[in-house]
């Protein structure tokens, strides 16, 4: 009984009162009409009520394409339903949970069939795993007396990545040594670092003719310049970093896609990268890629990006960027920025962005450090560039 009453909305509920009164006052002052219009009241009432309650399953399927994707791009779902969207007195809505909020779905009007599939736009207003599902569907009565709604189908998993911040190169590294040497080599030249088959799109000026003479096959050379710059991008994710801010979370949001698209330029550009959040949570290291062919670190460090989120624990590590010979660090307004520049260590060409929505200067040296404020991702990445290029 309670089910039963739970499905009347508040539609159905005011007319079976009213019904109730009317049939009522009819059968006690003798008025069939009145009597005979109330009866009619609680029947509509009944009708929708039983036929919301019987109305047969639907069964609902999602493909959701693509399950990666970058923020405030396209992602569009798919939703298959198999049953009577359309029995008697009782039609079916449908709406989609996407990071807890309902999409509706608009379905095709006058189906009648079995099966019906429709597409609809999934929005990602934010980076991170977005939960898509479950599907709500709502039965509902033609003149709106009784209404359910239920939870079906599956959650999918959007992993939804940062804006691409568009950077044209990294800091320029320093000749190291050459391979197999310990030390520095100011001469031009590259090294001999390995030897792969030969591949479609793979430079015939770069063949091994004494090794492809000698294995019967075509084999080419991966070089390796001594002087390509060897990086590290640091990203502050402590939150008392972000203090000070008008709105910390979007700052924070801010330095995440400027450490993404330094990420990206680097291993796009096939040069040995490790990142590294401040508080030790998330650390990837890719390799040089002389051919710069796609490594399988790159993809799961981009991936990785979609997880980071800000820590309380405000410890600080030792040098993290020892060894390298350009590294950039990302953070906030609230941090401190001496302790920051000791913690990039003794690195050559050493860069600390700061997402200031005030800044009074966009870039300064602060004990050999070169320090660039701006009030988003985009402005920062153009006074990298500008950087890079003196």
């Known amino acids: 009984m309670r089910r039963t009453w739970s499905v009347v909305t508040t539609r159905g509920r005011l007319t079976a009162v009213l019904g109730g009164l ?3 006052a009819g059968l006690s002052w003798d008025y069939p009409l009145v009597a005979a219009l109330g009866g009619a009241l609680l029947l509509v009432v009944l009708a929708e009520v039983v036929s919301v309650l019987l109305a047969s399953d639907i069964v609902v399927h999602r493909e959701v394409t693509p399950p990666v994707v970058v923020r405030h791009e396209h992602c569009e779902g798919a939703l298959h339903l198999t049953g009577r969207r359309r029995q008697g007195l009782v039609r079916v809505d449908a709406s989609d949970s996407v990071d807890g909020r309902l999409v509706p779905v608009e379905l095709p009007e006058g189906v009648r069939g079995a099966a019906v599939s429709v597409r609809y736009p999934i929005p ?58 310990d030390r520095s080599d100011d001469f031009g030249g590259t090294d001999l670092v390995g030897l792969h088959e030969y591949a479609m799109g793979d430079d015939l000026r770069r063949l091994h003719w004494a090794t492809s003479a000698r294995t019967g096959s075509l084999m080419v050379r991966e070089d390796a310049d001594p002087s390509e710059p060897h990086v590290c991008v640091l990203l ?17 949001e801010e ?48 991936w990785l990006f979609a997880e980071v989120v800000q820590v309380t624990d405000d410890r600080e590590p030792a040098a993290v960027a020892h060894g390298y010979d350009v590294a950039a660090a990302v953070t906030g307004v609230g941090a401190d920025l001496r302790r920051l520049g ?29 320090v660039l404020r701006g009030t988003t991702s985009y402005s920062l990445a153009a006074a990298w560039d500008e950087a890079a290029q003196r």
Do not use: K, N, W
């Open 22 to 24: 009317l049939l009522a």
């Open 124 to 181: 990602t207003p934010r980076r991170g795993l977005l939960a898509v599902g479950p599907v709500h569907l709502r039965r509902y009565g033609l003149s709106g007396m009784a209404a359910t709604t239920s939870e079906v189908g599956s959650v999918d998993r959007v992993r939804v990545l940062p804006r691409r911040v568009p950077i044209a190169s990294v800091m320029p590294g320093r000749r190291r040594a050459t391979a197999g040497g």
């Open 236 to 252: 502050d994710d402590r939150l008392s970093s972000y203090y000070g801010a008008e709105q910390p979370a979007d700052s924070f």
């Open 255 to 302: 330095a995440v896609e400027l450490a993404a698209a330094l990420c990206r330029v680097t291993v796009d550009g096939g040069h040995p990268l490790r990142f590294r959040t401040l508080s030790g949570r998330h650390e990837v290291e890719v390799p040089g890629s002389p051919t710069r062919t796609a490594r399988r670190e790159s993809r799961e460090l981009d």
């Open 342 to 370: 000791l913690l990039l260590g003794d690195v050559p060409s050493a860069t600390v962005t700061v997402v200031d929505e005030r800044p009074a200067v966009g870039a300064e040296q602060q004990a050999g450090v070169l």
